[in-house]
């Protein structure tokens, strides 16, 4: 027999995808989702889930994770057949769309870091969602790097903590998902 | 809940029962305790269904499993909360790697006390989340005859697998509504059963085309019903191409057949493993390149154009890249294939295929499964061969195993030549699995020869349920054959860890012909070679339990072999290859 020479294989890149999910709003639903990701070692960078539709008690759950595009594949084709799963999006690959996460940004201080923070709070477009004479707690939405900058903004005007929601997301245009 | 509901009001047991029998229900395995008490109360009130007793929750599911695979019907389960579905979970387990549709029902403690550490509780449902298919929690008894359809609706389409249901002991007591299994179909799972017919048109254009062809085949094609192997194997005499199978494919084409190639990987022949490095294209069906197949995937038959039909799309492109993209249910494929392939006229490549077969008659020549002949003691191969002899021309056997080397020899020796005959666990490697496997199977079969083939190890992790087979009079014979070794973990040890038997001997085995004795069944004992044919012949003739220690060669080990981490042109074809380059760094962490 002829063996093959062993040919380089080129290391596939690691990409980005923002998936979204509509599923049965039953109890144990994320659990599978999440126990899907972690028993088969896949990455999850962000996770979100609320109920979308009352009536036919649909959530939505909205994952960022990372891979080769083998993995990804294998990610959607496994979030498929999990029974709840009624649809499952790679919105990365399905054209263009919005993703954005809120956080609260919880500031305490006086003086000049405390206008400081509000000015800068005004260049983000955050609101002033709770004020007290020594501290501020801003909410600020937008892509995730929008928020990284200005929480690290924050960290240098006496940042006390930090909550975000992580990324929600739709595709652009009419169509559904 | 109202419109599609019954008048009448039931008890939640009332319901499982009746559930079980609109689902065509006609045997369960089980094991009662605290929390399923009145299940167990209904199931005594009624005689449509019958409840075989096991003596061990994970005998109840591999018994299921036998079952299941025997008759290609769902296999039930019946178990109480919390040890009763905590030693369900290995058969569960198991059921799921080798996709067996079943359907577990265990029980629970009341909704009032769960979370509260209550006696016999465990979070059945977390816990058996990563080894079923699906499982649910039935909270409301209004919604129990629903959950228990779609569970059935779940195990046995798609690719089948376990279902859990857990039901709280107030639930069972709990009066509530019936619905049909006509109205209870679960809101999204939807399985592709037909296949896009574009990507089957281009599988036959390819195959048509082919000069170095192969088939390789899975549990898939039996898990789509005996049609399936019909079809499979009318489509490879009509196209003259060889076939290999899977463990979990044995019976899913003819091996009385000159076009099967015999099983490959790991311990597959040296002619399925050499046509599968060498092929320019391969007709995957239902099997799911698992590394007992492919060996080293970078080197894994480099030079083929991959055709993989599956019912599970998360099964293509996980392990190793194919070119064609099939999903679908095997039988529709097949039936496709077979249309298409008539309609537009196709033939095979005469010449190019009389040369690939002259090749594939050369590897066939090399005899991968001989072994020393000798007189002088028991070579368990030869203890095969003589069992083979003694059931050939009878289609009533039905064949289980345990896990280890006699699993292998007993996949490389016995003659499958139709589906459902053959049980093993191939995806989990459960030691255990075949006692308990035979009895599902001699329940669905009570006049059939049902043998499970058995290591002494192996045997002993389910050896209760030999109380189980004098119980319901199930003639199950267990056939051990006894090195006294965990034969394959010492043949690992031989090959990689410089022969350091590390805790593989088993010292103070039982006497297996007294324990027969003292289940009330019969026990057999061969030790020399010319007792073998006269043992077996006893063993078949008993119509009661029988276990037959056969007395093997203690230092035979399985060939061929790929060593971890090789690919299928690098096989170990005996005893005398050199082993001590046999398997590189890296392949040593595999398994």
Sequence with gaps: ?177 | MSAATNETSLTGADIVLKALRDQGVEVIFGYPGGAVLPIYDALFQQNDIRHILVRHEQAALHAAEGYARSTGKVGVVLVTSGPGATNAVTGLADALMDSIPIVCLSGQVATHLIGNDAFQECDTTGITRPCTKHNYLVKDVNNLARTLHEAFYVAKNGRPGPVVIDIPKDVQFAEGSYRTPADSMPKSYRPQVKPDLNRVEEAVDLLAKAKRPIFYVGGGVINAGPVASQLLTQFVRMTGYPCTTTLMGLGAFPASDRQWLGMLGMHGTYEANLAMHGCDLMVCIGARFDDRVTGKVSEFSPNSVKIHVDIDPSSINKNVRVDVPIVGDAAHVLEDMIRIWKARGKQADKAALATWWEQIEFWRARDCLKYEKTSKVIKPQFALERLRAAISGRDDVYITTEVGQHQMWAAQFMPFDKPNHWMTSGGLGTMGYGLPAAIGAQVAHPDALCIDIAGEASIQMNIQEMSTALQYRLPVKVFILNNQYMGMVRQWQELLHGGRYSESYSEALPDFVKLADAFGGVGLRASKVDEVDDVIAEMIRVKRPVIVDMCVDQKENCFPMIPGGRAHNEMLLGPDEKVENATPEDGMVLV
């Design chain 1, 1 to 177: 027999m002829t063996v093959r020479p062993a040919s380089p294989a080129p290391t596939p890149a690691i990409e980005r995808h923002t998936i979204s999910i509509l599923v049965d709003n039953e109890p144990g639903v994320l659990a599978r989702v999440i126990g899907l990701f972690s028993g088969r070692g896949y990455n999850i960078e962000s996770l979100t889930v609320a109920e979308v539709d009352r009536d036919a008690t649909l959530s939505r759950i909205t994952i960022v994770t990372s891979g080769t595009p083998m993995i990804i594949e294998q990610i959607k084709a496994q979030l498929g057949r999990l029974v709840p799963v009624h649809r499952v999006h790679d919105l990365t690959l399905e054209g263009p769309f919005v993703e954005r996460e809120t956080a609260l940004v919880k500031v305490a201080g006086t003086g000049e870091k405390r206008v400081e923070a509000l000015r800068l709070a005004d260049v983000f477009k955050a609101r002033v969602v709770d004020a007290t004479i020594t501290s501020f707690v801003f909410e600020v939405t937008g892509q995730g790097e929008e928020l990284d900058r200005f929480i690290g903004l924050m960290s240098e005007l006496g940042l006390v903590g930090v909550s975000r929601t992580g990324v929600v997301a739709m595709s652009r245009g009419p169509g559904g998902i």
